[in-house]
């Protein structure tokens, strides 16, 4: 089974804090993904990762940076929190390349709130 | 226009019903779907995968029609079970482009 760990189920964070979000997948799949999700607003793509070191942005990828140091592990960082990115974080990840292939496994999720 | 666009719902129906979704994408070219289910609180997990010629799990059917660019789940003989949120997802182009997910359709299967 794939699995897709997120190191926080919930964070309680100060405006201004920076605040790193971690995942880790043990499958071995080129590609990550960091997602939040709200209420009425559905699933949002914040950045992606398809190797180590790359990085793409997605669609509201502002107030936020990525790291992908390793393989297995790609870092969600809010520099500077402020109360509009609380919100559920979700990772996820995939094989490279082929339709059958970009099936997305999630975390848990990561339920953060800026204070 | 939305990429991909889904009823919000919420379907409530009772134990046995027979319930439809039907979600509609923008982009002809998209090569690939799906129906990921997400149970509240919980992270999405794929349901099913859809092909051209339709296919079946169960008591879950999955229809794609390319030619009026939608996609349909079809989920016969109703458990309480199956009260989650429904999402409909789309790959734009093959390989390595993210997955676009429609905002769910949320049914309530009642007793």
């Known amino acids: 089974d794939v699995k897709v760990t997120q190191s926080s189920r919930y964070l309680v964070k100060r405006t201004g804090e920076k605040v790193f979000l971690e995942c880790v997948q043990d499958?071995?799949?080129?590609?990550m993904f960091w997602y939040r999700q709200d209420p009425g607003l559905g699933l949002r793509l914040i950045y992606f990762?398809?190797?180590?070191?790359?990085?793409e942005k997605g669609d509201i990828p502002e107030g936020y940076s990525v790291s992908r140091e390793k393989k297995e592990r790609f870092s969600l960082i809010l520099e500077s929190a402020s109360t509009n990115q609380t919100s559920m974080y979700l990772c996820?990840?995939?094989?490279?390349?082929?339709?059958?292939?970009?099936?997305?496994?999630f975390g848990a999720g990561t339920r953060l709130s800026v204070l | 226009r939305k990429e991909v666009e889904q009823d919000p719902g919420p379907f409530n129906v009772p134990e046995g019903a027979t319930v439809a979704f039907n979600c509609t994408y923008s982009n002809s070219a998209s090569q690939s779907f799906f129906w990921y289910r997400q149970d509240c609180r919980k992270e999405p997990k794929l349901l099913m995968s859809?092909?051209?010629s339709g296919n079946e799990d169960g008591r879950f059917t999955a229809q794609l029609n390319r030619a009026s660019q939608y996609i349909s789940l079809l989920i016969r003989d109703s458990k309480l079970s199956d009260s989650a949120t429904y999402l409909c997802?789309?790959?734009?182009?093959?390989?390595?482009?993210?997955?676009?997910f429609g905002k769910g359709t949320r049914l309530s299967v009642i007793a």
């Open positions: 996820a990840s995939s094989l490279r390349g082929g339709v059958a292939k970009n099936i997305q496994y």
């Open positions: 859809v092909y051209s």
């Open positions: 990762s398809y190797d180590v070191k790359m990085k």
């Open positions: 499958m071995d799949h080129e590609n």
């Open positions: 997802v789309v790959n734009l182009i093959s390989g390595n482009t993210p997955l676009v």
